[in-house]
């Protein structure tokens, strides 16, 4: 046996990969995030901040491979999410004028001249251009659990990236063309969120999507959670007033709930069919992203037929963000005589299956939840995942 030891002697260092397990920026967002609560209802001397971060980063350094290093990196991002309120002092929302992309795409939108009820769903769908949605045209949708198709989120940039790489898949038979592909795929993708007014929840699915993209284009692995967390971080960075918005709140917090209980769910229940398998799929997808306890806090409502509604309203999204990416390309006066009878027959199928729902008497409970009360329950399903899944352990 030589002198090599039958058992490795156990170290006590263990670095922050180890202890922050496989999702390290999921830790650095949970600590930045609370420091920007605090600081919202305490605010600190800048000085001492700035003495805090730089000792507490210092003995970051010195102690980085003992696990108390980590307790000193907890405690400088929670002092760099205190401070940033006042380094970056900015609205959660730019002046909308200013984007000139987000102006040319509701003005191409209004040129097709559709009906009312059906132009202020496309405006918000196509162009995220909420000018026209009134209260009223809004409920169905909110009493529904349909409203997030109405603002453009993940589920409109990802028809974009899904579109854009059927359309350009022939390129990857070229010479460097998978280069080519992937690099319109992406220019297209921020081109959109552009367009579409670059609200929080655009931001974060054009940064997960390129990142997919990327992932996609050099074969790596695609770590979902740990982008997702990179990309509020960033944003946090941009704008620390972004944490407080209801898009930013309800677009991560579904997002974190798909990539974390969904997917996992929808592996186990997976069939060797593959329309059963769509179907349990958006069941899946649909029920763990409902963000329900934060929908009854800000809107007073708590949808109880989204699981059903859902289904077919995204399949009618898929057509009514298609076509009107086809219109938002190609504004060629011609083509209005296909697109706006397609556009205005997919949007009327869409707001009648919206409001049969609503009127429905078991649609949604009428109850506001307190800020303590959704507090709690979301800290009950943190502590739950944590319990639970236990992701650390995998790298034990």
Known sequence: MGDTPLHPPHSQSRPLRKAAGP??????????????????????PAGFLAAAFAAATLMAFITYRRRIGNGYIAIALLLLGMALPALRPQPAYGPAGMNRLHEAASERIRRLH?????????????????????????????RTGTAHVLAVSGLHVGMVFLYVNLLLGALALLHRGHLLRNAAAI???????????????????AVMFTALQLALATTSRYAGVNILSAAAFGMLLWRPSYLFHVGFQLSFLSVA???LWGIPLYRRLRTPWRAANAAVGMLVVGAVASTAPLVSYCFGQIPLVGLAVNPPVILLTYGVVG?????LAIPWPPLSVVVRPLLEGLLWLQNRLVAEAAAL???AIDYRMTAAQTAVVYLFFVIFTLVAYRPWRKNR
Not at 23 to 44: I, N, S
Not at 117 to 141: F, H, K, S, W
Not at 187 to 203: D, E, N
């Open 257 to 259: 709930a798909i990539l």
């Open 361 to 363: 008497p078991c649609a």
């Open 23 to 44: 999702y390290p920026m999921a830790w650095v967002l949970l600590f930045t995030a609370a420091g920007v609560a605090v600081a919202r209802y305490a605010t600190l």
């Open 114 to 142: 559709l009906p009312p009820d059906a132009e202020a769903v496309a405006l918000a769908m196509a162009a995220g251009d909420q000018t026209e949605l009134t209260p009223e045209r809004r409920a169905p949708y909110a």
């Open 323 to 327: 076509v009107s990416l086809l219109w």
């Open 187 to 205: 220019a297209v993708i921020w081109l959109f969120a552009a367009a579409a007014g670059l609200s929080p929840g655009t931001i974060r699915a």
